[in-house]
């Protein structure tokens, strides 16, 4: 079921998560060991995590460095079709973005997701590779998430790049997008950032699901900036508990947020990544329920390869 049919037919706050593919060289094993344990508190839908290629350098015994570029994570495609098949009763949402596509390619992983029955998409922009500063899309690619979602609101429609094409068949995407509640880091200011969000709605995206955020507080306050704009459709949390000690540096480099300074003296206490586990679940589980409070249609969690964390919470909540 397209999951914005999901969201409006439930009558209380909806369960899923999202996956990182795992490296090159394990199998499909790895993602069904982290969906197991989570599966018993019926997830509504599962996310794929989709990663653009990496610029690295490699050390020739000369001292040369060779530029290399390399994907670490297989494609969404194969590992999509395989938890829809594993797991019937939950919808997969691979994530689409524009970086590394042309329009071309755009229209083919498409068109592979619509023989598969794969009718929900997540679609991003990207960010540009490691060790790149600047997103730079393909010369015939989508400049910004907007973009691709029109480029699939066309399909919907029945109308593929080939202008030749006769008789085809519409497809039924469902698109969600993404929204940052501390803003985008680019967007000069939030103003600037809704304005966009609010483009990619009306391009036909049906729901928003949130950048990680630790303080409830800069959710209900984005959800409100986005109702004054003129933004209806749901506006799903994403939530990412804290898991070692060192998360309270990297997570706000990797993602740019903030984390309150209340979560960072318990973790500062902890004297053992276990402790920070810990502290990790219980601070997530107590967002999780004041937000169930709020009536949010989904808890999305971010399980970035761990699930032991997002299966205590979800037994706390769900
Ligand atoms: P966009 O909506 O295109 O916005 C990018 C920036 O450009 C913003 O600052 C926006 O304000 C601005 N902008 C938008 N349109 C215009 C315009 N027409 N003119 C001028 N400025 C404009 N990344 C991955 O690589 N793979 C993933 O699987 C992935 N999953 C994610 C899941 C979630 C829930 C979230 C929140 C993020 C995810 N990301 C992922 C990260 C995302 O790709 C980056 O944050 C990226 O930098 C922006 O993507 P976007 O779709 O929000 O971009």
Not at 53 to 75: A, D, F
Not at 216 to 235: A, H, L, Q
Not at 259 to 279: G, R, S, W
Request: hydrophobic share 40%.
């Amino acid at each position: 079921m397209r999951v914005i049919d999901q969201i409006q037919k439930a009558d209380t706050t909806l369960f899923s998560f999202e996956l990182l593919p795992p490296l090159k060289g394990h199998n499909i094993e790895r993602i069904y060991r982290s969906i197991d344990p989570l599966i018993e508190f019926n997830p509504s839908f599962i996310n794929v995590t989709y990663h653009q290629e990496e610029v690295v350098y490699k050390k020739h015994p000369s001292g040369l460095l060779e530029k290399k570029t390399i994907r670490k994570r297989p494609g969404t495609v194969a590992i999509s079709a395989a938890i829809k098949y594993k797991y019937p009763s939950v919808e997969v949402v691979p994530h689409l973005i524009c970086g590394g596509f042309s329009k071309e390619d755009t229209e083919y992983a498409l068109i592979d997701f619509h023989y598969l029955g794969i009718n929900n998409l997540l679609v991003l922009r990207g960010d540009p590779p490691k060790g790149i500063r600047n997103f730079i899309h393909e010369p015939d690619g989508h400049a910004y998430a907007s973009g691709l979602v029109k480029q699939i609101m066309d399909m919907n429609n029945g109308n593929y790049l080939d202008e030749d094409l006769r008789n085809t068949m519409a497809t039924d995407f469902c698109v969600g997008v993404a929204g940052y509640p501390g803003k985008h880091i680019e967007a000069p200011n939030f103003a600037y950032d809704l304005k966009y969000l609010k483009e990619k709605i009306d391009a036909g995206a049906e729901y928003i699901i949130t950048q990680m955020f630790f303080d409830n507080k800069s959710y209900f306050e984005f959800v409100k900036m986005c109702r004054d704009d003129g933004i209806t459709v749901p506006i799903i949390p994403g939530l990412k508990p804290i898991a070692t000690m060192n998360d309270i540096t990297t997570l706000p480099q990797v993602f740019n947020i903030d984390i309150p300074e209340e979560l960072v003296k318990e973790i500062q206490k902890c004297n053992t990544n276990k402790d920070a586990f810990k502290a990790g679940i219980e601070w997530t589980t107590n967002q999780s329920k004041e937000l169930v409070e709020f009536g949010v249609p989904v808890l999305h969690y971010f399980t970035i390869g761990i699930s032991e964390n997002i299966r205590q919470i979800a037994s706390a909540i769900f």
